[in-house]
């Protein structure tokens, strides 16, 4: 019952991950050094970056894909592992998939989750980012970060995250509202469109969905 | 006479019934396969006509009122409704140990129930105590219970087999509106919360769909992460990456085309 209001919240969480989910590996060379900090800060930090820019532009908030993806590059693309996040979502049909294969699944997903979230920027407000307790001995290389969304109105939203440390510094590699890992939910979707059509059918589905979402925003 | 929600129980059978000619769910290959879904045949006609029945009547309901009526007395309404819910927080909280929980809801209600104008306002949430989401459900989850196999509900939508139980718990045991003797009454209110909780699916709805390449699998996904998180009072344990161990193998070489060399090996 109180489930469909808790879901009810998924899509200002979406919003607000604006452009957090996502952000290719590729030349994530970027501000190497506020990646080096402790991985709460680091969140913290590209958190309020991220509701701050979305606020500030107009074009963000309609859904502006061009400037969606600039700020993904710009604000983002240094603190996220795009290539792990897509090969945990594959799952066990990235051991069979090419280097082009995988270039073009990674390329494709990070295409539909800016869609998706171009879409939700919208939402965002007055909301703000908190931590939650953070618990990791200073030597874990890999940890989850948790945090809440609070706005002056509606509940918070629970907003995690999980980081691995890097020769580059802290990377994010999933996110997770509300108790929803992201990789998590894709993964049998992934599965079902590999056991159906290989790595390529999966690829073909990315795709096509990419078409249509920009056919249905144009 | 005509009563309101007289009509809209009609309406809904006859939505159901123009559901049911409409046609049937599309169920790819391999379909209850899945460990977490041994009734997927049966669910994907279930979620199927659910969408239909959501499409024909409740999401343009939703949608009206929506549009009539302003935000601030939305959210007013949706307090009120899941005001009425917090004995339904504060017994599952008791259930699962938590009797401070249990007492915060209770005081919660009160506190909303006067102050906050029926449940208008929730003033208790203002004031540094925050609404529980705490359902039969989970309590059984708490117990040790797993979700066993999804289940998609007619009408209601995703479910498991122990959350299902759950529901029906919820629904005859705790929940206030059941206990109203006026019928035509109890039934308006069932009517409006259904209501009220559809329109505050909307926002939801597009990002949703937007991310689903599968609609069906990406909803069922989602609901059971989402029912673990809450058992878990928003700490589940981690689960194992099943394939984190044999995917890091570096890429397969392309297959051999026939107008193409062979890959030269990496350098």
């Known amino acids: 019952m109180s489930y469909t209001n808790v879901i009810a919240s998924l899509a200002l969480a979406a919003g607000l991950l604006g452009g957090v989910l996502p952000a290719s590996s590729a030349q994530a060379q970027g501000s190497a050094s506020a990646a080096l900090s402790a991985p709460d800060v680091l969140v913290k930090k590209l958190s309020d970056d991220v509701l701050d820019s979305i606020r500030r532009d107009p074009g963000l908030q309609a859904g502006d894909i061009a400037r969606l993806n600039a700020l993904v590059d710009e604000k983002i693309l240094p603190y996220v592992?795009?290539?792990?996040?897509?090969?945990l979502a594959v799952g066990r049909g990235w051991r069979d998939a090419t280097a082009e294969?995988?270039?073009?699944l990674t390329r494709e997903f990070r295409s539909l989750l800016v869609r998706t979230y171009?879409?939700?920027v919208s939402v965002v407000k007055d909301h703000?980012?908190?931590?939650?307790?953070y618990r990791a001995a200073p030597t874990d290389t890999d940890v989850t970060v948790r945090t809440q969304v609070v706005a002056s109105r509606g509940e918070p939203i629970q907003l995690d995250y999980r980081l691995e440390k890097t020769e580059?510094?802290?990377?994010?590699?999933d996110v997770n509202v509300l108790g929803v890992w992201l990789v998590e939910n894709y993964r049998n979707t992934f599965a079902s469109e590999i056991s159906r059509g290989g790595v390529d059918g999966l690829i073909k589905s990315l795709v096509e969905r990419n078409k249509a979402l920009e056919a249905r925003t144009s | 006479m005509v009563n309101a929600p007289a009509c809209l129980v009609r309406a809904l059978a006859a939505a159901l019934?123009?559901?049911?000619l409409a046609g049937c769910a599309s169920i790819p290959p391999g379909a209850g396969t899945h460990p977490v879904d041994p009734l997927e045949v049966y669910n994907r006609h279930v979620f199927d006509l659910n969408e239909r029945v959501d499409r024909a009547l409740?999401?343009?309901i939703a949608q009206a009122y929506e549009a009539v009526v302003p935000e601030d007395l939305r959210i007013c309404i949706n307090n009120a409704f899941l005001n009425l819910l917090e004995p339904v927080n504060s017994i599952n909280n008791l259930l699962q140990g938590k009797p401070s929980e249990a007492v915060a809801d209770l005081c919660r209600m009160v506190v909303n129930s006067t102050v906050g104008l029926l449940g208008c306002f929730d003033v208790a949430a203002k004031a540094g105590a925050p609404r529980s989401h705490e359902d039969f459900g989970q309590t059984l989850g708490r117990w040790g219970m797993e979700p066993g196999p999804y289940f998609v509900l007619p009408l209601l939508g995703p479910s498991s087999v122990r959350d299902t139980a759950g529901r029906l718990f919820d629904f005859l045991g705790t929940d206030p509106l059941w206990y109203i003797r006026n019928i035509p009454l109890r039934n308006s209110l069932v009517g409006a919360r259904l209501i009220d909780q559809r329109a505050a699916l909307?926002?939801?709805?597009?990002v949703f769909e937007a991310a689903a390449l599968d609609k069906y699998q990406f909803a069922r996904d989602a609901y059971l992460q989402l029912r673990r998180n809450l058992v878990h009072d928003g700490n589940p344990p981690r689960l194992k990456d099943p394939d984190e161990d044999d995917d890091t193998a570096p890429a397969k070489p392309p297959a051999p085309a026939a107008d193409q060399p062979p890959p030269q090996p990496a350098r």
Not at chain 1, 81 to 87: P, Q
Not at chain 1, 128 to 133: G, Q, S, T
Not at chain 2, 202 to 206: D, N, S, T
């Open chain 1, 81 to 87: 592992d795009f290539t792990k996040m897509t090969r």
């Open chain 1, 101 to 104: 294969q995988r270039q073009a």
């Open chain 1, 118 to 120: 171009a879409g939700a």
């Open chain 1, 128 to 133: 703000k980012v908190e931590l939650r307790p």
């Open chain 1, 168 to 173: 580059a510094g802290w990377k994010i590699y």
């Open chain 2, 17 to 20: 019934f123009l559901a049911v």
């Open chain 2, 58 to 60: 409740l999401k343009p």
């Open chain 2, 202 to 206: 909307l926002p939801a709805e597009k």
